[in-house]
């Protein structure tokens, strides 16, 4: 088959600039490949929760007492709107897991008498159930079991409400309420530390104390049924018993982080790629201006011989297609495999029985059709004015460039300047739209990587703050119950403690201008040392009165400030409440908190002088033995590290920012790559006559690159400050789109983020001017002074 001619220019055509299809189509395809990984993810994590919830019968609400009768849960089930109920027992302790310094949380679940009307059920990945005829089996979390090292049949010891309960391990188990597990200290796992075992019923109720009665509600909806109805009836059910408000499955702390991280999936699809595909328009419009403008002769020939405006001009717009599609193309392959390693680091945070990597058909069509869209309209205007050509016009030599002086000449400031220097300033004075593009153009990579590579720094700034000036202490424990303060004398004689100031934690729902929020109160001493809010400016808040200092996102939230007053609603012992005057805000980067002084908020709950834990300083040396000596403290339930809390939240960010990191710089690197690459090869067609020129008037290869280079040079070292200026700005969109209630960043660019961000792009740079430069030493003088330019 003969190929029509037009179909033989195009072929020629995309031969001869195939290395700058080439690049322009990888910008396309590193935003196609964005938005295929983010919706590709995110389908099979929601494809992995939806089937795995409705296979475990994952509860609609959630609520808990202190101790109420078996035989409630009948009256609960009675509720309009609950299809199936679920009461269980559960407790937890500490115990000492060989291999690990500091004792891990024990927490114990009862088994459902009936397990196939059980709700929350349990999916047995290893071994089997406990036989429910012995007092010494359970089955743990898997997530626990591979991050602690303890195997299938291991035998573990924990001190649960002051009994030791010594157990075997007979098989592991993923549950729907833990496919996430943050540890208590931040939202960061602490799998090695987090035991969770399910027991038969009558054990946990024995150990928990709870014989005959429960302690946590499940509930499934019926369809239709008002979730808000069925919480106010069952919180009215359990007041008694010493509930805490319901809730739904929305703020159930695993399900919430997996909804939060599928929305951010979308706003990366969102926010990325519109970056590379206005780039790509530009580019296009570069390159194939430059072929319409040195084509006139051609296009003005074809005309000639009779084909139409829309023909002579399609080569260029079938070209500019052409990179739409192999830029979508490569997308797709590109995103296939970033949504495979995404899911792949999902996997080890999120346990689904089944997380397997898919491929958004939908998000990739979309995503190919705004690509070729955005190629299309980069070569409109250059198509237009090819159609617009009469034979006559493109047949004349185009009118010469306007030579005349310009202010550079006229101040007399290129007078001081060699020949090849004025030359680069001459052509960036005559042709300043241009040089501004390429200019935006560069800048664009730099705005990329600066606004991704600041999220290191973002997060030693909220370690620094969260951990060593607002926090001070590097050991804390947590009372099984509330105790007298005069507990904490108890604690400070502890080994290796040398510091310990008690305090009162206690759930709360917080309320102003009709706005409601589930907060934790921290009850700290008026001049507590080892923990205290901090004002914006970094010194420690004293507290008035009954006053509250609430987070500066809390505030917000409830559109709160200093001299305002807010409804505080205890949801736990007596259930206080009060209308509380907020005295400041304080500066912090997680969680929805709330502070007060501990005896003010003990004498709101009528509890007298106590405390729910302490903060401790403990010599290093000495920590082998306190660990051991909490493991025996029946009421001590809970202990935590600052130490572990910061080592744990490294390494998660470390391995969840790794590969996103490395996908972004590998993107801006692309963009500073095909910018430089096409501008310089554009630049070296335009003025390849005029180097050989150059040639045979005596100056040498490293000056005619100069020449060529130096200008690309410029505007890349003039793209600095743009792009420094672009990142930070890109840094404060990301911080407002990506925060949420667990962790919010701080939008500051830290010196070595900019270092790291310029390197990477001044190593892109440098590379596609090599490229081009080898290009100049291997320069046809004979066939260069032939041609028209």
Known sequence: MRLAPLDRKLLRDLGRTRWQVAAIAMLIACGVSVTVMAYSAQAALKAAQQHYYA???FADVFAACKRAPLV????LARIPGVAAIDVRAQYSGLMQVPGLARPATARLISLPEDPAGGLNRIVLQQGRLPDPGRTDEAVALKTFLDAAHVHVGDRLTAVVAGRAISFRVTGSVLAPEYVYVPSPESTMPDDAHQGVFWMPRRIVEHVAGLGGAFDAVAVRLAPGASARAVMEAIDGALAPYGGVPAYVRADQPSNAFIEAELKELSKSAAIIPPVFLVVAAGLVNLVVGRMVEAEREQIGLLKAFGYGDLAAASPYLRLALVIGVLGALGGAVLGLWFGASITGMYARYMRFPELAAQFSWPA????AGASIAAAVLGSALSVRRAMRLSPAVAMQPPRPADYRRGPLEIIGLLRRMDQPTRMILRSLERFPLRAGLTTLGLAASLTLLVGTQFMFHALDEVLDHAYFRAQRWNEA?????????????????????YAAEPVRLAAAQISANGRRQKVLVHGLEPAALLSHPLAPGGGPIAFQGRGLVLSQALARKLGVGPGGSVDLEITEARRARAILPVTATAEDYSGLAVYMQRIALTRLLAEGDVASGAQLLVRPAALPAFYAAIERAPEIAAASSRDDTVAGWR?????AFRISIIFYVGFAGAIAFGVAYNTGRIAMAER????????VLGFDHADCTYILL?????LAVAAIPVGMAGGALFAKGLVLAYSRDELRLPATVGPESYGVSIAAYLIAVLVACAIVARRIWALDLVAALKTRE
């Open 477 to 497: 424990v947590g009372f099984a119950e509330v105790r007298d303060v005069r507990a904490i004398t108890a604690v400070r004689r502890l080994p290796g403690v």
């Open 55 to 57: 296979e475990t019968r």
């Open 364 to 367: 990739f069509t979309a995503a």
């Open 72 to 75: 409630l849960a009948q009256d």
């Open 710 to 714: 130096g200008e690309l040079l410029a």
């Open 688 to 695: 390849s006559r005029d180097l050989a020129t150059l040639h």
């Open 651 to 655: 390494q998660a960010m470390t391995e």
